[in-house]
């Protein structure tokens, strides 16, 4: 699905294949996904929400409750889709975007 995925300087970077088959394709289409865990998340935060912007559908999705903070996103556009992160308090919000333009997307030929 991915490989060399790494997120640093406000960007992720790496590879993705396309998938044409499989529960991601079954639920979303063929496509190119991107999974990432979610880490070092602040400790006060009482909402954390996930998703792209501009978004297939979805949305921003809460993970504040999901046990092991993981999501998979169907990338449609790398270069006008950004991954973002809203961190929350309750009083105090952090957005955090992630530009997906270095992404290596692979195409349904190959």
Do not use: C, H
Not at 32 to 49: Q, Y
């Amino acid at each position: 699905m991915q490989s060399g995925i790494t997120v640093a300087d406000g960007a992720i970077t790496g590879s993705l294949s396309y998938l044409s088959s499989g529960q991601l394709v079954t639920d979303w289409g063929p496509g190119n996904f991107l999974g990432l865990k979610f880490t070092n998340l602040d400790s006060d935060a009482t909402s954390v929400k996930v998703g792209l912007d501009p978004s297939a559908g979805s949305g921003l999705v809460e993970i504040i409750d999901d046990p092991d903070k993981m999501g998979v996103f169907k990338i449609t556009d790398k270069d006008t889709q950004k991954m973002v992160v809203v961190q929350s308090d309750g009083v105090f919000k952090l957005r955090q975007e992630f530009d997906l333009s270095g992404l290596t997307v692979a195409s349904s030929g190959g």
